[in-house]
């Protein structure tokens, strides 16, 4: 028996699927299944009760074996870190990155510099928004989530990023009144996508001001909600940090308005158990985003 089959198991349990537990440790589903099997052969008896079409639910001595090979795959995690610290991270980390943090940080600057640092890690990246970001790391479809607070996933592990303050911006061409906040009614709200943090912030703020009746167009890219305040379609609400360039060059202009929207609180996320390289990397992501 070796910690390999271990670690199999541990994630065909944690993941709840063979097919999710050999994506999450880039095997195949056949190689997750021989390796059960062998197990079940070594502790002579069922480890997982497995129905066609259901998720594999672990037996008695399969729970108490899921525990013991926890604990063991966080202390050969506590190994692997202090050998990636004195040698260098190296091998695949799969991570996924909101659009806003990829649009700010920016992402090829993160990139860049961490070839620069981890020549020998290679990042596979998925952008999207972060409740889509958190189905994927909950699913072992990925390692690490650059996201939204707050996570929520249990048994993950997070670490604070960075926080963008959010403001309303809009093309010049829309008259609109400061201080007012009917004056939002007068053109079309662009913002996050729907159920995301942002959008669901956005309309607690309009009704705690009074602002009934306001028309909201979400959106998941951000960028393509700078362009559409850039022509004129419409009032966005978005990160300071975002439009920087657009405010210093006139195509955006700052909306005051007593509306008080919350800031967007980044952070890094990954599961617990056995992610020494996602560990670290998000040490080093804390890191790039405060220097």
Not at 191 to 210: E, I, N
Not at 270 to 276: A, E, H, I, K, T
Request: aromatic share 6%.
């Amino acid at each position: 028996m070796d910690i390999r089959s271990l670690e199999v198991f541990y994630w065909v349990v944690r993941l709840g699927g063979f097919g999710r537990a050999a994506a999450k440790l880039n095997t195949t589903q056949p190689a997750v299944s021989a390796r059960i099997a062998a197990l079940e052969q070594k502790f002579g008896g069922t480890l997982l009760q497995r129905d066609r079409g259901s998720r594999p639910v672990p037996t008695a001595l399969g729970l108490t074996l899921s525990t013991r090979a926890e604990r063991l795959l966080n202390a050969y995690s506590e190994v692997e870190t202090l050998a990636n610290e004195t040698r260098g991270m190296r091998g695949v980390i799969r991570i996924g990155v909101s659009d806003t943090f990829a649009t700010v940080a920016p992402l090829s600057k993160f990139l860049h510099r961490l070839h620069l640092i981890y020549p020998e890690l290679v990042p596979e990246i998925m952008t999207g928004i972060s409740p889509q970001l958190r189905a994927c790391l909950t699913a072992g479809e990925i390692d690490l989530a650059l996201m939204l607070a707050p996570g929520g996933i249990i048994d993950a592990e997070e670490a604070w990023l960075c926080s963008y303050p959010m403001m309303f911006a809009a093309s010049p061409a829309i008259a609109l009144v400061p201080d007012d906040p009917n004056t939002l009614l007068n053109a079309p709200l662009l913002t996050y996508a729907r159920g995301t943090q942002p959008h669901h912030d956005l309309v607690t703020a309009l009704a705690a001001a009074g602002v009934e009746g306001a028309l909201v167009f979400p959106n998941g890219s951000l960028a393509t909600v700078i362009k559409l305040a850039v022509d004129g379609i419409g009032i966005a609400a978005i990160p300071r940090a975002a439009i920087t360039r657009e405010l210093a060059a006139g195509s955006l202009r700052e909306l005051r308005l007593p509306i008080t929207l919350p800031a967007l609180d980044y952070i890094a996320c990954w599961l617990s158990v056995g992610d020494s390289i996602a560990a670290n990397l998000a040490r080093f992501a804390r890191e790039f985003t405060a220097s």
